[in-house]
């Protein structure tokens, strides 16, 4: 394991459901760190979701848990190597019960900077933002 690791700490209405739906993105589970309570999405070598139950996810704050399905509480973006790659991803997401989110705005401001990304809104109201930008100079 990496010393420098994201764990992104997801509250969940049903754990097998939100499993099933991020196995079918292409991440892994790491059995060693899911029980009843928990499960351990993989992304990469250096980020991690921890999927939570609503039950389990209280012990973690004193503040109530926010209701993603009708506020946005948080965008997570994660950049890829190709606009392929994030639409391979978003496509995956929307078949496996997400819902894209389309920003005419947003779509025309990222193509000024030469950036394509999509926008998907998984079954508990997390909003995803995979995105690829050409790097000038990298």
Request: glycine share 6%; proline share 4%; charged share 25%.
């Amino acid at each position: 394991m990496s010393n420098k690791m994201i764990f992104i700490n997801l509250p969940v209405a049903d754990l097998d459901r939100s499993k099933s739906f991020y196995e079918a993105l292409g991440w892994k589970v790491n059995e060693d760190f899911t029980d009843q309570n928990a499960s351990c999405i993989v992304i990469d070598d250096n980020i991690c979701l921890m999927l939570l139950t609503k039950d389990f996810f209280t012990t973690f704050s004193k503040r109530p848990i926010a209701d993603t399905t009708a506020r946005i509480g948080a965008a997570y973006a994660l950049s890829l190597g190709s606009a392929a790659e994030v639409d391979v991803l978003a496509d995956a997401a929307v078949a496996a019960g997400a819902t894209e989110e389309v920003n005419d705005d947003k779509k025309a401001q990222e193509a000024q900077v030469g950036m394509h990304g999509r926008t998907f809104i998984d079954p508990d109201g997390h909003q995803w933002e995979p995105f690829f930008m050409d790097y000038p100079g990298v």
